[in-house]
C-alpha cells in the first residue's frame, strides 16, 4: 500500500488497493451484488463533494443493471469516501 492509494474493504477485510477513488467504488459495488439484488446505498463522506460523488454515482449508474435501485445519500463520515450497502 502506497501514499494516496484507496483501499476497499469488504466486510472488514481488505478486497484491493486503487489509484482512484471512483473506480474503487465501481469496483468494489460490483464485487458486492449478488444474484437477487435489488437495491444499493451510497453513503458518501465528508472529503467528497457533492458534485464528485453525483459523478460517481452517474458512473456506477451506467455500470450496474437498470433492474438495481441505486440511492446516494450524504453521511457526512469523517474517515469513509464511501460507505456501500447492497441488498
Not at 483501499?7 to 437477487?36: H, P, W
Not at 454515482?57 to 474517515?79: C, T, W
Request: net charge negative; charged share 25%.
Amino acid at each position: 500500500i502506497k501514499k494516496g492509494e484507496i483501499l476497499a474493504m469488504e466486510n472488514g477485510k481488505l478486497a484491493f488497493v486503487e489509484k482512484d477513488v471512483t473506480k474503487a467504488l465501481i469496483k468494489i459495488t460490483k464485487k458486492l451484488i449478488r444474484s437477487g439484488s435489488s437495491y444499493i446505498t451510497i453513503i458518501y463522506g465528508s472529503d467528497v463533494t457533492d458534485e464528485t460523488a453525483q459523478a460517481a454515482f452517474e458512473a456506477l449508474r451506467a455500470k450496474i443493471s437498470d433492474d438495481i435501485e441505486i440511492v446516494l445519500v450524504n453521511g457526512g463520515q469523517p474517515i469513509y469516501y464511501y460507505l456501500i450497502s447492497v441488498e
